[in-house]
């Protein structure tokens, strides 16, 4: 299974921005679905936005027009670009890679949206 690495995150104040990276050890031709997650205090993790293959990006309905997931194949790197950010995108963002065989998961980046 490829390492995930995650990079950026921090505080920001409503309305702010920020943009996670999530950079892959190795390529991975078995990987087909390339996915952020969250998890806020006392809540369930839950999936953010998500790329199967070349098709079109996923979003849940609540980042939706907020939220730009990406990927640079080249760079082995997955992104998640966060505008417009609420009080309520506060979480502990994980990146994750869906295989066959199973998947990997990043370590996860904490996001602070506060005023």
């Known amino acids: 299974q490829v390492q995930l690495v995650q990079s950026g995150g921090g505080s920001v104040q409503p309305g702010g921005s920020l943009r996670l990276s999530c950079a892959a050890s190795?390529?991975?031709?078995?990987?087909?679905?390339w996915n952020w997650y969250r998890q806020a205090p006392g809540k369930q993790r839950e999936l953010v936005a998500r790329i199967v293959g070349i098709g079109k990006p996923v979003y849940a309905d609540s980042v939706k027009g907020r939220f730009t997931i990406s990927r640079d194949n080249a760079a082995n790197t997955l992104y998640l670009q966060m505008d417009s950010l609420k009080l309520e995108d506060t979480a502990v963002y994980y990146c994750?890679?869906?295989?066959?065989?199973?998947?990997?998961w990043g370590r996860g980046t904490q996001v602070t949206v506060s005023s």
């Open positions: 994750n890679t869906e295989t066959l065989r199973g998947g990997s």
């Open positions: 190795r390529s991975d031709s078995e990987i087909y679905a």
